[in-house]
């Protein structure tokens, strides 16, 4: 039996909720005041409902605003069930016990990330256009997402970054699941979360505005910032 959407509210909205990605993203970037004086500082965001956030966090760090492109791999017939997830540059993160439990083929595994790939080309064209992405080497990069749950799109983002080589890798985000917190800070130079709830659920219960960010908000937002 589904448990209805109100009652799980009811139980884990105990706690403060962000108003909306944008009262979130001011909220982090009172944490981040530090870089604000950081010369190759640059802020990169995981589309979509990442870059609300990244905008935000960019206006009050006087930062340039730009994108991580990632894309999560849903388990076939239950495609928000993540068995990986894949970024631009070519990587792919598995999550091998999903793969392992679910007996995920092959087969199955190369349809849904070249499926994948080609909304990644897609969402490449669309935001940027035929510019190429940002050089990251030596700069600071403070990496934003709306939230973490089981952080497989962070980790694929992590490693894109990294094989730029960049000069200090932030992870910064408003809500995150305290065991992803713990997997993910070994990997970065420093994590930054707002709130690591004890009965976490998923990241839109910690927003009272969750709407979708479309591709036209990201375009206007990465607009705004240039």
Request: proline letters at 7%.
């Amino acid at each position: 039996m589904s448990i209805p959407t109100e009652l799980i509210e009811m139980l884990y909205h105990q706690e403060e909720r962000f108003a909306d990605r944008m009262a979130a993203g001011r909220a982090l970037a009172e944490r981040l005041t530090a870089y604000a004086a950081e010369p190759d500082l640059i802020v990169l965001a995981l589309p979509r409902g990442g870059v609300p956030v990244g905008f935000a966090v960019a206006e009050a760090l006087d930062a340039p605003l730009d994108l991580v492109l990632v894309r999560k791999l849903g388990v076939p017939d239950q495609p928000e069930l993540a068995m990986g997830a894949i970024a631009e540059g070519d990587v792919t993160v598995l999550n091998e016990d999903v793969v392992a439990a679910l007996q995920i083929t092959p087969t199955e595994l190369t349809r849904v990330a070249a499926a994948e790939r080609r909304e990644l080309q897609r969402r490449a064209l669309v935001y940027r256009g035929e510019q190429p992405p940002p050089d990251l080497r030596d700069r600071t990069v403070i990496l934003i997402d709306d939230g973490l749950a089981t952080g497989t799109t962070m980790r694929a983002a992590i490693q894109a970054v990294r094989a730029q080589h960049p000069g200090k890798l932030i992870i910064a985000v408003p809500v995150a699941a305290t065991e992803t917190v713990a997997a993910l800070k070994p990997t970065v130079d420093e994590m930054i979360t707002l709130m690591q709830p004890e009965n976490f659920g998923a990241v839109g219960f910690w927003y009272s505005d969750f709407r979708q960010t479309s591709d036209a908000e990201v375009c206007g937002l990465l607009r705004r910032r240039a």
